[in-house]
């Protein structure tokens, strides 16, 4: 994973630094910033892959920089927190992040959390070559060689994660994966406790590519087994 840039960002110093070292460690160049301001700034200036982001900052929190980031940009973004509740994890992931880790967390864990979320993106970014192939489902269409998505020939934007999950769900037209099966095919690491992970980026998926996300016509439930798309 060499040149690759993670910007780090944290208003705690020795924070940064321990991480930077970890990353360093795997190849990777870590680029600092100590509040959203300045991480908004790096990301202008330099070209990051990964953004590991505390959200408790001073002048622009990590929940603010997120969204102001995701107007413009789907690079994965891991928030970090001392919250660990559910509802804080929800919320992180419905405004666009890709994954979250608790402080105090294990180096090593983060690390891997880090290495997997590029290995998606770079995928996601065409850095690998893949099979040039088009799914299509009535009007959703999915180019992987590209990875563009359309519906009704208009572009929709995923993020590296939705763009997987989709993917999965188009290779695999009327089959209903669980919501375990599809954590473990997307994030290729054991499922535990991954209801409302999946289930939010469902629902994110849908309110892209659905005209009616509450009724959708291509996304859909099996209520007690999972999801599928639907074969038209």
Sequence with gaps: MQDLNVLVVDDDREIVNVIEIYLKNEGLNVLKAYDGIQAIQQLRENEIHLILMDIMMP???????????????????????????????????????????????????????VKSQLRRYVTFSGSFGERDDVLQCDGLVINNTTKEVLVDGEP?????????????LMQNQGRVFSIDEIYEKVWNEPSFNAENTVA?????????????????????????????????
């Design 156 to 168: 929709v934007r995923l993020t590296p994660i939705e763009y997987k999950i989709l993917h999965l």
């Design 200 to 232: 939010v980026h469902i629902r994110r998926i849908r309110e892209k590519i659905e005209f009616d996300p509450k009724k959708p016509k291509y996304l859909k439930v099996v209520w007690g087994l999972g999801y599928k798309i639907e074969k038209l």
């Design 59 to 113: 002048k622009l929190d990590g929940i603010q920089t997120t969204l102001k980031i995701r107007e413009q940009n789907q690079i994965p973004i891991i928030l970090v927190s001392a919250k660990g509740e559910d509802t804080d994890k929800i919320i992180g992931l419905n405004l666009g992040a890709d994954d979250y880790i608790v402080k105090p967390f294990n180096p090593l864990e983060l690390v891997a959390r």
